[in-house]
């Protein structure tokens, strides 16, 4: 039986397989050598811009790399990171990243969520509240963080601090305030980013079938009750993959932070990211700058696989 | 029994914008009857069923359930149980949460779930499937499970919307009459779409006949079979459909086609009419009207004619005697009280 099944598309085999001639087997061989061609510049363009980079990091991270003190330059084993592993800053930076990461990545998600939610449930306008929504989104992070710095919370004139004022709070000064500076970093990433995850997360919403809501209400299940069972549920891949993402962006934020507070009052503000730049770029550090890269690096592999693992668990 | 789930639609009208799917719908659905609303596609049934489940409110008209008008009220609140054509099982739970979910909702506890969820699942035959997700379950599975979810909590009223149109023909008439046992067992009132008119005769109560937004006639199977109210119907109900021909009434007899055939109807005067025959009632026999066999579908213990009367086209079951060739001439007829006869232009019964 299951011999006169192999035995009956065997001509047809014959053609399509590439194995099934000497004749169709050069062709392969030709084929796959083509392919190889067509694939080498780019595979050689990514090597050059990622893996080589990375290398020539932890090259560095393993040196002492002083523009300032030259003369000092050398190789210095894991110098480096003995050092970091007793930085106060680093400590510090660390903390505001993780702050900053956690904080954003909640934020973005039911803030996202809830809009999400929001515009199914609107009868018309949807359209209209996908464009207005994708616009912080295409902006330049840095050109965002300008915005806010001179546009919304520049003391008096500010956008964000006339509604202060107006609330009775009084003139806040936002970006010199160590844990005002923080927020606002916060809110400010938030502001930028939250259109991602609600565009994720409205196009998740929006292929959910009605019939098991329609399901739910005949079940006598409250609004309340079909989000916490059906809609949180169905939606969860896609949650976790915004998480995933956003995370990771997060971590490695730079531009917005840059040009609001440059890490600043002192090092309210600075990521580990931040700390980096101004070890390698400021203090011109490079090979401690590098070690600290290095431990970013690290520290999102590690969050990324745990997240990946949550992914994966049922 | 019990006596709950009785049903009283009173002049329910929907709009969907201009369009009215319903134009104005009556009838009242009595404890414990089998109904079933049955029209072809498009005619309104689902959205009727929707309105009486509280999925659609109507655009005016009262929908009322055992004596209390819940024409606001939501489907959470009415107390009825749904079988989706698309059976909408919740595809992230197992056969098991699905059917507890309904009891779950209710707060029943734990304890009591366990035993209710079995019951249900052993009822429609899935027991054996509880920890399986709705994604690796047959058709037919599927629609058990949404079988079991409506039956577990014991709802007053019992939708089903073409639960059987999703399978296949031999499994859809075991299905079927499973669902008649299932529904007699518990005693609920059962009220069932469906297109199908066999389905209909065989499963309900009563039915009605739903046409463009509109009940043309309700009542029991039988008494539909045998008096449909208007052309429509006639040709709707009964398969092969009833043989509907132009003719002329005088004096006790039709005339078609020039032949004149005798019916026990007795109308004033004469008048132009149309003839329903039955395919079942029409009987070869010498005297009747001339006609020519065209095709002949043999089915074993019956056979199915197609004739051509001058012009037009008649259908004939015959079961016994000898079954004529095609090409052959013969001479039909039908016994004076088979005859229907209908308005030509009001298209009702006379
Ligand atoms: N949401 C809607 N918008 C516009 N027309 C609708 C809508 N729902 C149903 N209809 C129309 O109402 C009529 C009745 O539909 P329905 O009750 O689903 O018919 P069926 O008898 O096949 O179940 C159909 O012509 C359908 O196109
Ligand atoms: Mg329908």
Redesign the pocket.
Known sequence: MAKSLAAEPAGLGRVMSPSGTDYSRALAVRERRFATALLAPAFLALMATTTFPLLYLIWTSVHRMDLAMPFADGFVGFDNYRELLQDSRFWASLAVSLIYTGTTVVLQVVIGLALALLVMGMKRGQGLFRIIAILPVVLSPAVVGMVWRTFMLAPEFGIVDYFAIMAGLGSQNWLGDPTLALVSVVVIHTWQWTPFAFMVLLASLAALPDDIYEAARIDRASAWQRFKRITLPLLRPAIVMVIIMRTMVALTAFAAIFTVTGGGPGTATEILNLYAYRKSFTELSIGYGSALAVALLIVTVLISAVLFAVRRAR | MNMRGQVHFDRIV?M??N?S??KGIDFTIQPGEFFA?L????????????ILAGLDMPTSGTVVIDGKDVTALDAKDRDVAMVFQSYALYPHMTVFENIAFPLEMAKVGKAEIEPAVREAARKVKIDHLLDRKPGQLSGGQQQRCALARAIVRKARLFLL??PLSNLDAKLRLETRIELKKLQRSLGVTAVY?T?DQEEAMTLADRMAV?ME?QIQQIGRPSEVFAKPNSVDVAAFIGSPPMNLIEGRYADGHVEIEGHRLRTSHQIAGSRNVIVGIRPGAMRLEAGGLPATVDLVEDLGDTAVLDLTLGGATLRARVSDGPVPKEGQAVSVTARPEDIHLFDATTRKRL
């Open positions: 929907k969907h914008g369009f799917a319903l609303l029209g072809p596609s498009g005619s309104g049934k689902s959205t009727t069923l929707r919307d073409e779409v297109h739903f937004g």
